[in-house]
Every structure is written in structure tokens, then in C-alpha cells.
């Protein structure tokens, strides 16, 4: 397994930030998701320092619908990082820890009334426009409440990323954003540009998730700047944003080869400034957001081996206290994931198993195949490469409380999220009595 961040091995254990898994078991239990904040902090140092330019501003959008929670993106505000949600949940998340409402970007495919509400209420500094029918929703509002408001319109430039089909997002019929080929794209963004009370900042684009190959990317930003251009030339409005998403692929296991990032932005900015050269463009501002790249690395699950079991046929069963509840990627899009026994990480692999949870579902399998020593009831088994879409994507399945979430650094550890409690499980559901009648709509 691939040692990530702050890992290291110390008396055959495993430690995270100084912190052993056996200290964080016996504290907080498990399953546990535990989060490097060391790691953390570096992997949105390299975007930083290195996605910069003199020709224009740049942002660093940390997409919180990867891991978002009250701690984490009050570290994210401390590091100076901007921000993107989805959904009225995280952008109240995103308010209640503090972060400044003019650094953050509102997304989605379908925003309801009420959080285009929350948003003009709030005074959120820029909504990234889908498609027609939110516009004309946003800008009824905006009027009804006397609000000017910052926004972007999502292009789809039709490149097809070599990605999982279900994260990418720019092909020929994806649900997101106006392709660039469609004539009412152009309409709509006359519309916009000409609104009392929307102000047309520039364009916005997001190609997919987990790409690995980062020509995919230049390809994309000469598309977009290449519309940009075009945008001034034929209809006389002018980009003064682009931002240009994210999807840098990661490392889950050998078949993976990230490109390394602090290369991979520098080579971009040189592209970009190349671009918008070649096209005499002047651009204020380029953004970008990085999501799984920041966090997934930093972030590790750990459970408890409950049994191992041999079946009449086929490799034997590694059962763990948790699975597809706090971490549905493998199930959704076959994610393939690396493993350890944490407890004992200098033993001798000798066999090699599936990786299995609790949940009553064959599918419930974490790990297909994983060479680990000889695993026993009450070992340690680590997963890394968890710190994105695992606790974002957890559910209450087969009514399963949710783990807790501790970050740790320097040899402390920080609980983040506490683990649901049965109590948590029917905190909102209301009893059935006999005599009950149903209240006439």
C-alpha cells in the first residue's frame, strides 16, 4: 500500500500525523474516517503557489461537495482557499463556519427557489447559470428584491474526458450546462448580459472527475478562451472570468498515474497566458476548483476485522464494521481501492482476500482482491485515498449510524463530525398509534 501525507510506520503500526491507529481506535472507535490536516494543508499550498500569474487574478476554489463539514472548511477559509457548493445544505454549512459570502460560487443542475433565496439573501459572490429556466427564475427574483447579482453561464464544449462515464460531465447529452454548439447558448447569454440585475462575469466549464490525463485540460482552455473570443467579437460581451473547473485525477491504487500538480499548474498558466495572448484577450480573472485533489489523499477509513470467512468457493471474506454506507464508490462506479492491516504492517502477506461490509447486499464489497498477512478477528484494516466521496456520499443504509470524523496533526487528534448515534437514527421519524387519523390536506 501506498503511504500517503504524514504516514509512517513505527513497532509494525501504523501511524497518521503522529497518531497512532490503535490510539485513534481506542479514542473515537471505528469505523473512522481520519483526515491528515498536514497533508491537507500542503496539497492546497501547491495550488496555491503554484496556479498563479502575473497577467491575471487567480482563485483556488476548494469544491466542498468533496468532504464538507463545519472543520474542515473553516481550514479551508483559514488557508485562503475560495469556495464552491451545490446545494443550500453546504452553502449554509459554508455560512455557519464563517467563510466570507463573496468567496463562494453557487452551483447545480436544477437550483431550487428557495436557495436562489438563500443566495440573494446572503449576498454570495457569484451563481454559476445552467440552462434557460434558471435564468429567468434568477432574474424574477433578483428584481423582486431589488439585488444585483454576479453570475456565470456553465458552457458544455463537448470535450469527453477519459473518465468514469458517470463523472463525466461535458459530452454530447450530459445534464450539465449549454453546449457551445447550441444557438440558444448564444441567446441566452445576450439575455444575460442585457439584465438590469444580473451581472455577466464571464463563463464557467467542468469537464469530469478523476482524469489523469492533463491534455485534456489545455484542450478545454483553449475552448473556452477560443468562446470567449468569439463572444466579443460577434455579440460584443465581455468575459472577465473564466473559470475552468476541476477533475485532477488522484491515485487509488498502481493502475492510477496522476499527473504531479505543482508541474501540471505551472505548464497551465503557461498555456493560459499563451492563449489569451494568441487571442488579444484581457481576462481578470481565472479560477479553478480543485476538489478531490485537495482532500482525497489526506483522508483514510479504518475498521475493525469482525471474521474472516472462507466460502465453498472463491477467495475468502475479510468482513469490516462498516462498508458500503460510509464508502458507496465501489458499488456506484466499481472504485478499486489499496488496504493494510494497520496493526500489523510489517507481517508477511500471505493471502489474499475480498473486503466485505456489514450491509445485507452482495454488492457491498470494498475490495475485490488485496493481498494482506493472515487477518484476524479484531485486526486493523486501513483503507486510504477515502478523503473525498466517502463521508459526502455516506447513508443510513440498513439504519447504520454514520462514523465519526477525526483530523490529526502533530501526534493530537481533532474530532470533526461525531459518530451518529442510534438516538440520531429516528431523531426526526414520528411514531404510529392505532387511533391516529390523517390530517385532511
Known sequence: ??????????????????????????????????????????????????????????????????????????????????LDVVSGGELYTALSAGYNPEKISFHGNNKLPEELEMVLANDIGRIIVDHYTEYSLLSALAAEKQKKVKVLLRINPGIEADTHKYIQTTGKDSKFGMSIADPVTYVLLKDMNSDPWLELEGIHC?????????????????????????????????????????GFGVYYTKEDQPFDYAEFLAEYIVEIERIITELDLTIDTVSIEPGRSLINASGSTLYTVGAVKQPYQGKPFVFVDGGMTDNPRPALYQAKYEACLANRMQDEVTDNYRVAGKCCE????????????????????????????????????????????????????????????????????QKYFADNSMQKL
Open 1 to 82: 500500500m501506498k503511504l500517503h501525507g504524514t504516514m509512517k510506520i513505527e513497532n509494525n503500526q501504523l501511524l497518521i500525523g503522529d497518531v497512532s491507529v490503535e490510539q485513534l481506535r481506542a479514542k473515537y472507535g471505528t469505523p473512522l474516517y481520519i483526515i491528515d490536516q498536514t497533508h491537507f494543508a500542503e496539497q492546497a499550498n501547491v495550488f496555491l503557489t503554484n496556479f498563479r500569474s502575473e497577467k491575471f487574478q487567480t482563485h483556488i476554489s476548494y469544491a466542498s461537495k468533496a468532504f464538507s463539514n463545519l472543520y474542515i472548511l473553516g481550514l479551508a477559509k483559514e488557508l485562503g482557499l475560495f
Open 362 to 429: 452482495t454488492g457491498d464489497i470494498l475490495i475485490q482482491d488485496i493481498a494482506l498477512p493472515q487477518a484476524e478477528p479484531g485486526d486493523l484494516l486501513l483503507i486510504p485515498g477515502t478523503g473525498a466521496y466517502n463521508y459526502a456520499m455516506s447513508s443510513n443504509y440498513n439504519r447504520i449510524p454514520r462514523p465519526a470524523v477525526v483530523f490529526v496533526e502533530n501526534g493530537q487528534s481533532h474530532l470533526a463530525v461525531k459518530r451518529e448515534t442510534y438516538e440520531d437514527l429516528i431523531r426526526n421519524d
Open 206 to 246: 467542468h469537464i469530469g472527475s478523476q482524469i489523469l490525463d492533463k491534455e485534456f485540460f489545455f484542450r478545454e482552455a483553449a475552448a473556452m478562451f477560443s468562446f470567449a473570443r468569439n463572444l466579443l467579437d460577434d455579440y460584443s460581451i465581455i468575459v472577465r472570468e473564466i473559470n475552468l473547473g476541476g
